[in-house]
């Protein structure tokens, strides 16, 4: 087909969160016309990273081998599990530095309309984290949406099933309803988990 292989390039951008098709074509003809070892030294990095990243096996974060930086790190508290949606809700609360227990990254929310229920997102590691008896407050950071409360009311009732004096709070509700944590200033988010209550 003609120009294929361009218009592959703008699915490609397009796909990404946040860039829609006039971005799209802003990038491509930008990277193509004037700044093709950019472009090279992207694809690299890209190639690099595909090979290099993956989940850390303790929390599920993004890192380069097997166990990240925060769960090597011997000064965070390990009586302190914060519960994210994902890493970039993880970087936002690690922006704050008002945190210094260890994360979980989810594998996704609990989603009733589309189907997802707990026994697709693998919740078990998590569980047997807490049933270590070594985690005393999990902290579920995940957002105010149908969602996310689904995922945080689950998660309250099986977390107290396997530790029965485990403490489950939630961010205060200082976080706009439906705004993703990464979306939210360093303040607020500190705010959230100075105010945090215990998830019922
Ligand atoms: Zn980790």
């Given at each position: 087909?003609?120009?294929?292989?361009?218009?592959?390039?703008?699915?490609?951008?397009?796909?990404?969160?946040?860039?829609?098709?006039?971005?799209?074509?802003?990038?491509?003809?930008?990277?193509?016309?004037?700044?093709?070892?950019?472009?090279?030294?992207?694809?690299?990095?890209?190639?690099?990273?595909?090979?290099?990243?993956?989940?850390?096996?303790?929390?599920?974060?993004?890192?380069?081998?097997?166990?990240?930086?925060?769960?090597?790190?011997?000064?965070?508290?390990?009586?302190?599990?914060c519960?994210v949606?994902?890493?970039?809700d993880?970087?936002a609360i690690?922006?704050t530095?008002n945190f210094?227990?260890?994360?979980?990254?989810?594998?996704?929310?609990?989603?009733?309309?589309?189907?997802?229920?707990?026994?697709?997102?693998?919740?078990?590691?998590?569980?047997?984290?807490?049933?270590?008896?070594?985690?005393?407050?999990?902290i579920l950071a995940t957002p105010f949406?149908?969602?996310?409360?689904?995922?945080?009311?689950?998660?309250?009732?099986?977390?107290?099933?396997?530790?029965?004096?485990?403490?489950?709070t939630r961010l205060s509700r200082g976080i706009p309803a439906?705004i993703?944590l990464?979306?939210t200033d360093a303040n607020t988010i500190a705010n959230a988990i100075y105010a945090r209550k215990?998830?019922?």
């Amino acid at each position: 087909m003609k120009d294929d292989a361009l218009e592959r390039l703008k699915a490609a951008f397009r796909s990404l969160p946040g860039i829609g098709p006039r971005s799209a074509q802003r990038i491509v003809s930008r990277i193509l016309a004037r700044d093709r070892d950019s472009a090279k030294a992207l694809c690299q990095a890209l190639d690099d990273a595909l090979k290099s990243v993956k989940r850390c096996e303790i929390c599920g974060r993004l890192c380069e081998g097997d166990i990240c930086s925060i769960c090597q790190d011997e000064k965070r508290d390990v009586t302190q599990i914060c519960v994210v949606e994902s890493d970039e809700d993880l970087e936002a609360i690690e922006a704050t530095r008002n945190f210094n227990g260890r994360y979980f990254v989810l594998a996704g929310l609990i989603d009733p309309a589309f189907g997802t229920g707990a026994e697709e997102l693998d919740f078990e590691r998590l569980f047997e984290i807490v049933s270590q008896g070594i985690v005393k407050e999990v902290i579920l950071a995940t957002p105010f949406t149908p969602q996310g409360d689904a995922t945080a009311h689950y998660l309250a009732r099986f977390l107290k099933a396997r530790n029965a004096t485990i403490h489950v709070t939630r961010l205060s509700r200082g976080i706009p309803a439906g705004i993703e944590l990464e979306y939210t200033d360093a303040n607020t988010i500190a705010n959230a988990i100075y105010a945090r209550k215990e998830e019922l």
